[in-house]
């Protein structure tokens, strides 16, 4: 027996069963007999456009046949009546229709003999849905990339695809109704741009989402403007030719963003105690040491957490080193934007840049960064492509390790918000050389997984929430 989920057409053959719960609006089944096929799909009260889209789909999906395509149908007489017109333009037989006033419903679809049998959920016999996987709410206008991830993200058995939405509006119904754990949500769209429509729904919603970008300059103040508003991660839009290398990157994210629990969701939304959206500037109470080189890493969620560090810290500030996980063309946009916030010196590094007071270095997307001194004698980063490390370029450990090698104890190291392991042997390698090194908590991180990993094996002298890291460096410059 398959299990259908409303708004997706499930397609089947042979003798199988296909069953669906059904909670409002109409169940439509199309089959050909002669060749065993058939498909079902549960339509909630959609607008007539979206609806003609669902049911064209379904037809698609069936295939073309020798033999006239037959319907049934079944559900709320408003609904039918729309259902009745779609199929009888599309010169689909209806073979049987019933009205139910009552629901919920359940409804199981004979596939070899085209039998429609419809039962109060009461009274009807249960199937056992599957609990564990995480329910995937996909929301972009673009049918290709409605497919790529559906069979991208539908192939992991931990991920269950429960709703596709071309529309702001549609999925409004669907997060509603379907109450998905983790939503994909594109940056362009009609009716309402993707990042208008997050502020809309996350607050009401806290569902953790996922931003689809093209990954161009284009979108990256959109895509930023979407994580200060409470989106988890970004992924690029995938193509067919970049399928086998994005697609299990984009499973890996999703299935992570989907795991947050429910205090990480709420921290992200504007207006809450985790992230301050007007984070008030430190004021040096002594004498900062500005000698001291400051090295940090995050990954996902760390744009923000970068953000709120940054702008606490005053003017007066040591020269700081950050490696965020991040595409090439959003490490520009990111060291621009934090640069009109902060009151010093904030640059993607350039090969050769030279490390100053005053001066915060972003490591490009695509490649690594570390720090030695040049021929001169002077502080300089290193800029330069190379093989990933941890799976990362640029890598935390990367720069971790080389201010442990060149800097020692007259450094500070702390690692943020992030997925994986990156950085934590290199945090450890720099405290072994006497520096100091702070660690984000669990409970402020949106992934506790390097700051995790940097605490286990000892790597971590503080550990601090997020709102009170830029008051531990501040201390700590200024030997309080």
Same mark, same amino acid.
């Given at each position: 027996?398959?299990?259908? %989920? /409303?708004?997706?057409? +499930?397609?089947?053959?042979? *003798? !199988? &069963?296909?069953?669906?719960?059904?909670?409002?609006? #109409?169940? =439509?089944?199309?089959?050909?007999?002669?060749?065993?096929?058939?498909?079902?799909?549960?339509?909630?009260?959609?607008?007539?456009? %979206? /609806?003609?889209?669902? +049911?064209?789909?379904?037809? *698609? !999906? &069936?295939?073309?046949?020798?033999?006239?395509?037959? #319907?049934? =149908?079944?559900?709320?007489?408003?609904?039918?009546?729309?259902?009745?017109?779609?199929?009888?333009?599309?010169?689909?037989?209806?073979?049987?229709?019933?009205?139910?006033?009552?629901?919920?419903? !359940?409804?199981?679809?004979?596939?070899?003999?085209?039998?429609?049998? =419809?039962?109060?959920?009461?009274?009807?016999?249960?199937?056992?849905?599957?609990?564990?996987?995480?329910?995937?709410?996909?929301?972009?206008?673009?049918?290709?990339?409605?497919?790529?991830?559906?069979?991208?993200?539908?192939?992991?058995?931990?991920?269950?695809?429960?709703?596709?939405?071309?529309?702001?509006?549609?999925?409004?119904?669907?997060?509603?109704?379907?109450?998905?754990?983790?939503?994909?949500?594109?940056?362009?769209?009609?009716?309402?741009?993707?990042?208008?429509?997050?502020?809309?729904?996350?607050?009401?919603?806290?569902?953790?989402?996922?931003?689809?970008?093209?990954?161009?300059?284009?979108?990256?103040?959109?895509?930023?403007?979407?994580?200060?508003?409470?989106?988890?991660?970004?992924?690029?839009?995938?193509?067919?030719?970049?399928?086998?290398?994005?697609?299990?990157?984009?499973?890996?994210?999703?299935?992570?963003?989907?795991?947050?629990?429910?205090?990480?969701?709420?921290?992200?939304?504007?207006?809450?105690?985790?992230?301050?959206?007007?984070?008030?500037?430190?004021?040096?109470?002594?004498?900062?040491?500005?000698?001291?080189?400051?090295?940090?890493?995050?990954?996902?969620?760390?744009?923000?957490?970068?953000?709120?560090?940054?702008?606490?810290?005053?003017?007066?500030?040591?020269?700081?080193?950050?490696?965020?996980?991040?595409?090439?063309?959003?490490?520009?946009?990111?060291?621009?934007?934090?640069?009109?916030?902060?009151?010093?010196?904030?640059?993607?590094?350039?090969?050769?840049?030279?490390?100053?007071?005053?001066?915060?270095?972003?490591?490009?997307?695509?490649?690594?960064?570390?720090?030695?001194?040049?021929?001169?004698?002077?502080?300089?980063?290193?800029?330069?492509?190379?093989?990933?490390?941890?799976?990362?370029?640029?890598?935390?450990?990367?720069?971790?390790?080389?201010?442990?090698?060149?800097?020692?104890?007259?450094?500070?190291?702390?690692?943020?918000?992030?997925?994986?392991?990156?950085?934590?042997?290199?945090?450890?390698?720099?405290?072994?050389?006497?520096?100091?090194?702070?660690?984000?908590?669990?409970?402020?991180?949106?992934?506790?997984?390097?700051?995790?990993?940097?605490?286990?094996?000892?790597?971590?002298?503080?550990?601090?929430?997020?709102?009170?890291?830029?008051?531990?460096?501040?201390?700590?410059?200024?030997?309080?």
């Amino acid at each position: 027996m398959i299990l259908a %989920q /409303a708004l997706i057409p +499930i397609i089947s053959e042979s *003798t !199988e &069963i296909i069953h669906a719960v059904v909670s409002s609006g #109409a169940v =439509i089944v199309v089959f050909d007999l002669e060749r065993k096929r058939g498909g079902m799909l549960c339509l909630p009260d959609l607008g007539a456009d %979206q /609806a003609d889209v669902l +049911i064209e789909k379904l037809l *698609t !999906e &069936i295939g073309e046949s020798s033999t006239p395509l037959q #319907a049934k =149908i079944a559900g709320d007489p408003r609904i039918l009546s729309r259902v009745r017109k779609t199929l009888l333009l599309a010169r689909i037989k209806i073979a049987g229709e019933k009205e139910e006033k009552h629901f919920p419903l !359940e409804a199981y679809f004979y596939v070899e003999s085209g039998r429609l049998r =419809i039962a109060e959920a009461e009274s009807a016999p249960r199937m056992e849905t599957p609990s564990k996987k995480k329910r995937v709410l996909i929301v972009d206008d673009s049918k290709t990339i409605q497919q790529l991830l559906t069979r991208v993200l539908g192939s992991d058995e931990d991920l269950e695809i429960v709703g596709v939405a071309d529309r702001p509006s549609v999925a409004e119904r669907m997060i509603i109704e379907l109450k998905p754990d983790v939503i994909t949500l594109d940056i362009n769209m009609p009716e309402m741009d993707g990042v208008s429509f997050l502020k809309k729904f996350l607050p009401l919603h806290p569902i953790p989402t996922v931003m689809i970008s093209s990954i161009s300059k284009d979108e990256s103040s959109a895509v930023f403007d979407a994580l200060e508003h409470g989106a988890v991660d970004y992924i690029q839009k995938p193509s067919l030719e970049e399928i086998a290398t994005v697609a299990p990157l984009i499973v890996e994210k999703v299935k992570m963003a989907a795991a947050i629990k429910l205090a990480a969701r709420a921290a992200h939304v504007p207006g809450s105690s985790r992230y301050s959206s007007n984070p008030e500037r430190l004021k040096s109470t002594g004498k900062t040491n500005l000698t001291t080189l400051v090295a940090i890493g995050a990954s996902t969620g760390g744009t923000e957490a970068l953000r709120e560090v940054l702008i606490r810290l005053p003017k007066e500030i040591p020269a700081i080193l950050i490696v965020q996980h991040i595409p090439p063309v959003f490490s520009t946009a990111f060291a621009n934007r934090l640069n009109s916030l902060c009151e010093f010196e904030v640059k993607e590094a350039e090969d050769g840049d030279l490390v100053k007071p005053g001066r915060v270095l972003i490591a490009p997307g695509g490649l690594q960064m570390w720090y030695k001194a040049n021929r001169n004698g002077n502080p300089v980063v290193v800029v330069q492509d190379g093989e990933k490390v941890n799976r990362h370029k640029p890598s935390v450990d990367v720069l971790f390790h080389s201010v442990a090698q060149e800097v020692g104890k007259k450094s500070i190291g702390i690692i943020l918000t992030g997925m994986g392991s990156d950085g934590a042997k290199g945090l450890l390698e720099m405290k072994n050389t006497g520096a100091h090194t702070i660690a984000q908590d669990e409970e402020t991180c949106v992934v506790f997984g390097m700051p995790r990993e940097a605490i286990k094996i000892g790597g971590a002298e503080f550990i601090k929430p997020l709102p009170l890291v830029a008051e531990a460096l501040l201390n700590l410059l200024q030997k309080k």
